[in-house]
């Protein structure tokens, strides 16, 4: 039998993988959005947050952080100079071994010898190259001492061609040569080009030429300058960041290199050509290294492009540029350098915010700015009312109020059954369910032609109430809701409010009314996106006036109001319509307000107050209210507002306003 192994995918993003949470991501854009945020700040602040088990942008900036330091903490720059030094040790050892027990030396010689030996400069460059004429005795001692030329040259090469060190090792003659004919040929291509006499062909016969050598395949001289220019970058700000002794040694031996000063010119050229033609590269950098690691010059190179790459890393995640978008983020670096994971995680943000974009939820205003969409503010509002049922749900002696109307005409919408619905079941739907469930239920199939329904296949049929509703919600808008940290809770009732009443009773009217120094009737979506003010004034006569307003416009409705309010009026809306503000409140506000609502009560409307926070003065002030237009005060918790908004609007509902009323 054939054998099949599995294991993990890993060529690009998991095709199993669980689709990205927009739920998360637009609940917590959405909060983020009434609590005063643009919609673009706010979907910026959830990337750089992430979600539940989700890396954000911060976390990834971080192992990018830690990754940079964690390089320069372990490596020094210093290892072309320890192991030159190490292999001269070495040579000179050996040789020194080589004179003790050569018997057909002759003493003057050896004694020569031994002086020459003791006497080499303590710079290993200068020793070295008083080395290079140096007649070894010690076969050893000669290979050694060789091996640093060979270093040195594979050294150089790998600083700008990534590889060369490991691929030129124990290279012939004829492999130097092919390097010195492509360094010449790869100046000439490149001097051509930045005179703009090079031709396609020219980099097509390099290429064919020497094409070894560049592992990257570049397809074009623009691709091969760019690849050359970023390490060749790299390896002068490797040498920027070594000590000047350290800089000064290294160009020393660089002359004995392959024991060809013609290697060095040429390496010097290509620079000079690749700085000329990418100028915009950072030549002039420098690190600052404190390990105890030692790096060649290929590898401190290859680490210099890592910080780089970091870098740029760093910068994409930080998104501070205009026009910033996830898919701006280099997967591969990404991989490359923090691993695989962090590959998938930036990946997955920019699915997220692509996800988010192209299913509707943000779109942009006419002024180009991202706001909510509709879709988006639905969504929001659904999730809220569904807090406020469950807040419901869980009251003593309450449950999630799910009347849609009593004896009314049919609404031609259904829902699921719930315990304690009393209107008629829709037998048409819930047969149809009973159906779909045997037909993909393996355990217990149908027989016979028989159906057998549940309870989750009841479907009832939605009624509209016979008394339509003009509901109009006042939301305190003055400074002290959002000093108090009321301003968010305010903003969530509002909407799962307007979600419960435009999906639910949609012959019902909500408007919205804000009061702060003055009151304005103002959309959902302008109330969800509206920013903590400051202006001193709670206008409540103004914002009673607007509702009054509305119910003489909505004369068949039943009219509710809804107060949500932190402190006492202390303004009031003049007959010229300037807002009159008055701290403590004047006999002139408090008397405004009272005939406003004495105006509103005559029009048979049903008046809740709801009091936030246990101020005195507020207190007293709704209960005398309350009292006088014989209506109803509640003092909730922030965190149970909506519940008791929605429950006041559902007992209204319920209610026989006209019998309540006395009408």
Do not use: C
Request: proline residues 4%; negative net charge.
């Amino acid at each position: 039998m054939p054998r099949s192994r599995y294991g993990r995918y890993v060529d690009g993003p998991d095709p199993l993988a669980p689709p990205v949470d927009l739920a998360e991501a637009l609940a917590a854009i959405s909060e983020d959005v009434m609590a005063g945020y643009s919609a673009e700040r706010a979907l910026r602040e959830f990337l750089r947050r992430g979600g539940r088990g989700q890396q954000g942008l911060d976390d990834l900036a971080g192992r990018v952080q830690a990754r940079r330091r964690e390089l320069l903490d372990t490596n020094k720059l210093d290892g072309t100079l320890a192991e030159v030094k190490e292999l001269l040790d070495t040579a000179v050892l050996e040789e020194r071994k080589e004179l003790a027990r050569d018997i057909t030396l002759d003493d003057l010689d050896r004694d020569f010898r031994e002086l020459q030996l003791s006497n080499l400069p303590e710079s290993t460059a200068a020793a070295v190259r008083e080395l290079s004429d140096y007649d070894w005795r010690s076969k050893p001692a000669r290979e050694a001492y060789e091996k640093i030329k060979d270093l040195l040259g594979r050294e150089l090469l790998d600083q700008r061609f990534a590889g060369m060190k490991e691929a030129l090792e124990n290279a012939t003659d004829s492999d130097r040569e092919a390097i010195a004919e492509m360094l010449k040929d790869l100046n000439d291509l490149l001097e051509a080009h930045r005179r703009g006499e090079d031709t396609d062909q020219d980099f097509t016969d390099f290429m064919n030429k020497h094409g070894d050598f560049f592992p990257e395949n570049p397809q074009d001289v623009e691709e091969l300058i760019d690849a050359l220019a970023n390490r060749a970058a790299a390896a002068q700000r490797m040498l920027n960041s070594m000590t000047p002794e350290q800089r000064q040694e290294l160009m020393q031996l660089s002359m004995q290199a392959f024991g060809s000063p013609e290697l060095m010119a040429q390496l010097g050229q290509l620079d000079a050509n690749l700085q000329s033609l990418r100028p915009g590269e950072d030549w002039s950098g420098s690190e600052q290294f404190g390990g105890d690691q030692g790096l060649g010059l290929g590898d401190g190179t290859g680490v210099l492009q890592d910080l780089a790459e970091l870098d740029s890393l760093a910068a994409q995640l930080g998104q501070g540029y205009g026009g910033a978008r996830m898919e701006d983020i280099d997967v591969d670096a990404m991989a490359r350098q923090l691993g695989p994971d962090a590959a998938v995680s930036a990946r997955t943000l920019a699915e997220l915010e692509r996800a988010l974009r192209n299913a509707g939820y943000l779109s942009r205003g006419s002024d180009g700015n991202l706001k909510l969409s509709p879709r988006a503010m639905r969504q929001l509002g659904k999730t809220l009312l569904q807090e406020v049922s469950d807040r419901l749900s869980g009251r003593t002696g309450q449950r999630e109020a799910r009347l849609s109307g009593a004896a009314g005409e049919l609404t031609g919408s259904t829902r699921q059954w719930a315990f304690g619905d009393t209107e008629p079941w829709d037998v048409t739907r819930t047969i149809l369910n009973a159906m779909r469930r045997d037909v993909t239920d393996a355990e217990h199939p149908g027989a016979g032609g028989r159906v057998r329904v549940h309870l989750e296949d009841v479907e009832i049929v939605e009624t509209e109430t016979r008394t339509q509703a003009a509901v109009a919600l006042l939301a305190d808008t003055s400074f002290s809701m959002a000093a108090e940290g009321r301003w968010l809770p305010m903003k969530r009732t509002a909407l799962a409010l307007h979600h419960l009443v435009s999906t639910r009773w949609r012959g019902d009217q909500l408007d919205l009314i804000t009061f702060g120094r003055y009151a304005e009737t103002v959309a959902v979506e302008h109330l969800v996106g509206l920013p903590a003010l400051r202006e001193q004034g709670t206008n409540l006569h103004h914002a009673l006036l607007l509702a009054e307003q509305m119910f003489r416009k909505h004369p068949t409705m039943q009219p509710v109001v809804l107060i949500v309010t932190d402190g006492e009026p202390t303004a009031y809306l003049a007959p010229d319509g300037d807002s009159l503000f008055s701290y403590p409140p004047s006999l002139p506000t408090l008397r405004a307000t009272v005939a406003q609502l004495d105006r509103v009560r005559r029009l048979g409307a049903r008046i809740t107050f709801f009091r936030l926070g246990d101020d005195p003065g507020l207190e007293s002030f709704v209960r005398q209210m309350a009292d006088r237009v014989d209506g109803r005060v509640v003092n909730p918790d922030l965190d149970d507002l909506g519940a008791a908004v929605v429950s006041e609007y559902l007992s209204a509902r319920r209610a026989d306003l006209g019998n309540y009323w006395g009408a």
